[in-house]
C-alpha cells in the first residue's frame, strides 16, 4: 500500500489550509460567499473537488492560481 496522498485528500488538505489563511476564515463563511451549501463545502474539504470547473471557481475565487489546490506539501515547501 502507498504513502501516497490521493489527489482529491491533497486538494481537501489545500482547500482547508486556504480558506483558513483568507478572509473568510471557516467553511461556514467561505460556503456563504461563495454562494455553497455547508455540507458542500465539508464534503470538498474531506473529499477534495471532483470537478474540475468547480475547482477552478473555487481558485478564482480565492484569487490563487488552481494549482495551489494541486500541490502536495513537499511541492509548497518547495515553492516557498
Known sequence: MS???SLSL???IN???LIRSSR???QENF???FGAEIRTVSRW???GVKNIDTLEEIADF???DVFELLKKKDDREKGE
Do not use: Q, S
Request: net charge neutral.
Open 15 to 17: 482547500l482547508k489550509r
Open 62 to 64: 480565492l484569487e490563487v
Open 31 to 33: 460556503a456563504y460567499e
Open 24 to 26: 473568510y476564515r471557516t
Open 3 to 5: 504513502n501516497e496522498l
Open 45 to 47: 474539504l474531506n473529499a
Open 10 to 12: 491533497i486538494v481537501g
